[in-house]
């Protein structure tokens, strides 16, 4: 093998792992929301009422997660395809986020888990850009139940591609790939 070769396998082998520690951390992250979550619940039992503050902090912790998710599929996609397309690009990223991408990298999410984050996603973007603090209570609790749905999903989805990075990590070791 060829110095310039050892050292394109060594970067590669680098590139793996650091995004293995960021997902490992991202995972940490969400746990700590849904903590937040558990904590902010004991806190604000969901009951009607006229106020609305207990949405706006339910508001903060959805688009919070969502953010945290999407951070871990812009490094995905920044290891393994190196571009985020400019144009709708929060949309473009969560669906390429379910194609396996063949001799390069297994699916990141399923279908199913899809369909939750997409709905927050939806939500985060509305937040961001239309600045109206009055929700909606019944579209909240949906919000609150597809946010509650998705995280053991996107913990096994995402332990399930660090499996996948750990057995490419082994392949890029052993000059196979």
Not at 6 to 17: D, M, N, Q, Y
Not at 52 to 78: P, Q, S
Not at 103 to 108: D, F, I, L
Request: proline share 2%; charged share 35%.
């Amino acid at each position: 093998m060829s110095a310039d070769e050892k050292i394109r396998r060594a970067a590669s082998l680098t590139r793996v792992h650091l995004l293995q520690g960021e997902l490992n951390r991202i995972v940490l992250t969400i746990t700590e929301t849904q903590d937040d979550h558990r904590r902010f619940r004991e806190d604000f039992p969901p009951v009607a009422t006229e106020r609305n503050y207990d949405l706006v902090i339910l508001a903060d912790i959805l688009t919070d997660y969502y953010t945290c998710v999407e951070t871990a599929f812009v490094r995905i996609a920044k290891t393994f395809e190196n571009e985020i397309e400019e144009r709708h690009w929060h949309k473009s990223l969560l669906e390429r986020m379910t194609v396996e991408i063949p001799n390069v990298r297994v699916r990141a999410i399923s279908d199913r888990t899809y369909r939750h984050l997409h709905e927050l996603m939806r939500f985060r973007h509305f937040r961001r850009y239309y600045f109206n603090r009055r929700y909606d209570r019944e579209r909240m609790s949906l919000l609150e139940k597809s946010f509650l749905e998705s995280i053991p999903m996107v913990r096994t989805d995402l332990t399930n591609f660090s499996a996948f990075l750990e057995d490419l990590a082994g392949r890029i070791g052993r000059g196979t790939r």
